[in-house]
Nanobody
Framework: QVQLVESGGALVQPGGSLTLSCAAS???????????MGWYRQAPGKQRELVAT???????NYADSMKGRFTISRDNPKKTVYLQMNTLKPEDTAVYYC?????????WGQGTQVTVSS
């Protein structure tokens, strides 16, 4: 069973930066490499939305509001995915979730809270 553990969430001031990590376990390296990994977020009272994804080949995709501010990356030997977030805004406040996809399988982490406030 694949398990994903997010970390790095914190309270940060507007304009600040933060890096989230998602560590995978219960999966060997060969299988981790072929998973598409993604970050999603859910703000209070709102639906969960896509932040960014990265394929096994390193192709990335971002939601429009995150382009130019957020960067997703993966370190396959460490079985870890990162989300570098810059120029954070109060509207980025949400619980950020990591997702691993190898159709038809989807695995989610428990989430990490990011709060952007002065």
């Amino acid at each position: 069973q694949v398990q994903l553990v997010e970390s790095g969430g914190a309270l940060v001031q507007p304009g600040g930066s933060l890096t989230l990590s998602c560590a995978a376990s219960g999966i060997n390296l060969i299988n981790f490499i072929i998973y598409t990994m993604g970050w999603y977020r859910q703000a209070p009272g709102k639906q969960r939305e896509l932040v960014a994804t990265i394929t096994s080949g390193g192709t990335t995709n971002y939601a429009d509001s995150m382009k130019g501010r957020f960067t997703i990356s993966r370190d396959n030997p460490k079985k870890t995915v990162y989300l570098q977030m810059n120029t954070l805004k109060p509207e980025d406040t949400a619980v950020y979730y990591c997702k691993a996809t190898l159709s038809p399988r989807n695995y989610w982490g428990q989430g990490t809270q990011v709060t952007v406030s002065s």
